[in-house]
Structure formats: structure tokens, C-alpha cells
């Protein structure tokens, strides 16, 4: 069974000030690939990133960045100098890394980030 | 390059009705997967279609719920008859063959069963 926590439900933080969303998961499987994903106030998921479990160098996209830790089965997801527009709900996924699997994502219940100016 | 559309935004209807949501996934896409967040709760897999053919329908709540995919473009999610705990965003996502991994969602139908 996968399953995906995302402990933290709400977080408010004023413009400018940094702000990590955690994210820990569950899984059986040797090979997976883990998501983020936005979902701004217009409702659509907006995909973010994918990582596969073999690959646990971080990521920097602007002021995005993801620190993923195997041995602790965490992926975090950080942002650097928080504008309005990063309000939003973020979702964290997982599905696993097996051709011909079904590739059903497992989500986490997602964290509110709110970004006062 | 259209994403996914999801057909309508809004439904509310009483118990007992019946209501039969869309979804577009984007063109050439095999793989479209239908994914329901109840208020509150996680974003929980119901069915995955490729093509026309359904791979997985281990998510779908009960024999209420009914999914199509008639010539494997878009697809139909009908509930009949419609229960107050199926009220929720119902969302539906798509992605390519072979890299079918990155799912692209659409905006998400919000059902209210009143």
C-alpha cells in the first residue's frame, strides 16, 4: 500500500519570507516517481515536478526547490522569497516506476499556503 | 495545445438525480484517469481508461458510479442515483503513451448532491 502525508494543512506567511511545505511518503515499491503538484484558486492542477526514486539530487527551478531524502522517505518542497501568487493548494503525489503498472497517483490531503502581502 | 477540459465546472443536484460529467483529456493522450477529492480529504484514484479500455477501476466507490470511453477520445463519469457523500471536485487527467507517468489534469467538475 502507498500512501503519502502531508502533515502540515495550513500555512500563512507574510510576502517575501521563504516557506518549506513538507511531504512523507509510504510505499513497498524499490522504484517510484514523486510529484507536486498547485492547485491556484481557478481549481486545475498545475504539475510542478516529478522525481524518480534513483535520482535524489535536488532540484532548483527559480525560486522553487525540492530536497528529496530517501532514508527518510521525504520530499520537501521549498520556496524561496514567497510572492502572492504562490497561494495556493499544494499536493504532494507518488505512483510507482513499473512498465505496464497502472500509474494511479496517490496523493497526499494537500497544504494551503497563504501569502500576505 | 488544449489541456484537459472537464464539462461542467458546477453541478448541483438532489439526491436521487442522476449526473453524467465530462471530460476532454488532450489530444493523442491514451491513458485519461478520473480522480475525486471529497472537501477536506485526499485527491483519490477512481478509474483509469487506455484507450477505450478501462485498466483499472478499483477506485470507484460502488455500482452507482459508471465511467465510459466510447471510442477512447473523450470520456463520461455518470452517477445514478446521486448520494449526499458523493459531493466533491471530480477531477480528470491524462497523459501519453509510453511516458504516461505526468499526468495533466483538467480544472475538475464541483458536484453538489443536496
Known amino acids: 500500500a502507498q500512501k503519502v502525508t502531508q502533515a502540515q494543512t495550513e500555512i500563512s506567511v507574510v510576502e517575501k519570507e521563504d516557506v518549506t511545505l513538507d511531504c512523507v511518503y509510504e510505499t513497498r515499491d524499490t522504484t517510484y516517481y514523486l510529484f507536486w503538484y498547485k492547485q491556484p484558486p481557478s481549481g486545475e492542477l498545475v504539475f510542478l515536478i516529478r522525481?524518480?526514486?534513483?535520482?535524489?539530487q535536488n532540484e532548483i527551478s527559480g525560486r522553487y526547490s525540492w530536497n528529496f531524502q530517501k532514508s527518510t522517505s521525504s520530499f520537501n518542497f521549498t520556496i524561496t522569497a514567497s510572492q502572492v501568487v504562490d497561494s495556493a493548494v499544494y499536493f504532494c503525489?507518488?505512483?510507482?516506476?513499473?512498465?505496464?503498472?497502472?500509474?494511479?497517483?496517490?496523493f497526499g490531503k494537500g497544504i494551503t499556503l497563504s501569502v500576505r502581502p | 495545445e488544449a489541456g484537459v477540459t472537464q464539462f461542467p465546472s458546477h453541478s448541483v443536484i438532489e439526491k436521487g438525480q442522476t449526473v453524467t460529467l465530462r471530460c476532454d483529456p488532450i489530444?493523442?493522450?491514451?491513458?485519461l484517469y478520473w480522480y475525486r477529492r471529497v472537501m477536506g480529504k485526499e485527491i483519490k484514484f477512481l478509474l483509469h481508461?487506455?484507450?477505450?479500455?478501462?485498466?483499472?477501476e478499483s477506485g470507484m466507490p460502488n455500482n452507482r458510479f459508471l465511467a465510459e470511453r466510447t471510442g477512447g477520445t473523450y470520456s463520461t463519469l455518470k452517477v445514478q442515483p446521486a448520494e449526499l457523500e458523493d459531493s466533491g471536485v471530480y477531477f480528470c487527467a491524462s497523459s501519453q503513451v509510453p511516458d504516461r507517468v505526468e499526468q495533466y489534469f483538467g480544472p475538475g467538475t464541483r458536484l453538489t448532491v443536496t
Open positions: 481508461f487506455v484507450k477505450e479500455s478501462k485498466q483499472d
Open positions: 489530444s493523442g493522450h491514451d491513458n
Open positions: 522525481r524518480n526514486s534513483f535520482d535524489e
Open positions: 503525489a507518488l505512483t510507482p516506476l513499473l512498465t505496464g503498472a497502472n500509474s494511479k497517483l496517490t
